[in-house]
C-alpha cells in the first residue's frame, strides 16, 4: 500500500531555531514535495525533487531548504524559523508518468 | 496566473441536496485528482481521472481535457460530506502539481 510518513506530526519551534521536517514514501517514488497549508491560500508549493540529490524551488521557497538525501527521504529545514512559517505542511509524493499523487498526514508547526 | 480555478469557493447544501464542483485549468493535462479533506485533516485522494467519467458510490468526477475542465458531483449529500474538496492538475511540464483553492462544502442536516 502506497505511504507517506511525516515526523514530526506536531511541531513547536522557537523563533530563530533550526527546524527540519522529514518526509519518508515507500511508493518508490520520483518525485516528491513539500507545501504548507494556510486559512486563504490553499495548497502552496515550497520545494520539489525529482528524484535523490535533486531539488527544485517551488512557489514559495524563501526561508525554507530542502534535502533529498535518498529516493525514499525528503526534508523540509527551516535554518531560522519565524512566526510566519507557523503553518501545516504536507509531503507528497508522485511518479513521472502523473499517476496518483499520495499525501502524508501533514505536520503542524507552530513557531513562537 | 493561477493554473487551477476552482468554483464554487464555496457552497451551502441542506442534507439530500446535489453539488456540482468545477476545475478548470489553463495548462495542458497529464493527469486531473481530486481530493477531500476535513478540517485539520489529511487529504484523502477521491478520484484520479486524467479523462473521461469515474464514479464512486455518491461521487462522480468527468475530466473533459479539450474543455480543460474537470468536475466533481456529489449527489444525495450528507452532513459527513463536509470539508474541503481540491482538484490537482500535474502538467506536461516539470511533473509540478498544481492545485486549486478549494471548494468548502457545508452540507447541514
Known amino acids: 500500500e502506497a505511504a507517506v510518513t511525516q515526523s514530526p506530526r506536531n511541531k513547536v519551534a522557537v523563533t530563530g531555531g533550526k527546524v527540519t521536517l522529514s518526509c519518508n514514501q515507500t511508493?518508490?517514488?520520483?518525485?516528491m514535495y513539500w507545501y504548507r497549508q494556510d486559512t486563504g491560500h490553499g495548497l502552496r508549493l515550497i520545494h520539489y525533487?525529482?528524484?535523490?540529490?535533486?531539488?527544485e524551488k517551488g512557489d514559495i521557497p524563501d526561508g525554507y531548504k530542502a534535502s533529498r538525501p535518498s529516493q525514499e527521504n525528503f526534508s523540509l529545514i527551516l535554518e531560522l524559523a519565524t512566526p510566519s512559517q507557523t503553518s501545516v505542511y504536507f509531503c507528497a509524493s508522485g511518479d513521472d508518468r502523473g499517476t496518483e499523487v499520495f499525501f502524508g498526514k501533514g505536520t503542524r508547526l507552530t513557531v513562537v | 496566473g493561477q493554473q487551477v480555478q476552482q468554483s464554487p469557493a464555496s457552497l451551502v447544501l441542506q442534507e439530500g441536496e446535489n453539488a456540482e464542483l468545477q476545475c478548470n485549468f489553463s495548462t495542458s493535462l497529464n493527469s486531473m485528482q481530486w481530493f477531500y479533506q476535513r478540517p485539520g485533516g489529511s487529504l484523502v485522494s477521491l478520484f484520479y481521472n486524467p479523462s473521461g467519467t469515474k464514479h464512486s458510490g455518491r461521487l462522480t468526477s468527468t475530466t473533459v481535457i479539450k474543455e480543460r475542465r474537470s468536475s466533481l458531483h456529489i449527489s444525495s449529500s450528507q452532513t459527513t460530506d463536509s470539508g474541503t474538496y481540491l482538484c490537482?492538475?500535474?502538467?506536461?511540464?516539470?511533473?509540478?502539481?498544481?492545485f486549486g483553492d478549494g471548494t468548502q462544502l457545508v452540507v447541514k442536516p
Open positions: 525533487s525529482y528524484g535523490a540529490g535533486s531539488t
Open positions: 511508493n518508490n517514488h520520483n518525485n
Open positions: 490537482a492538475l500535474d502538467g506536461n511540464s516539470n511533473n509540478r502539481i498544481f
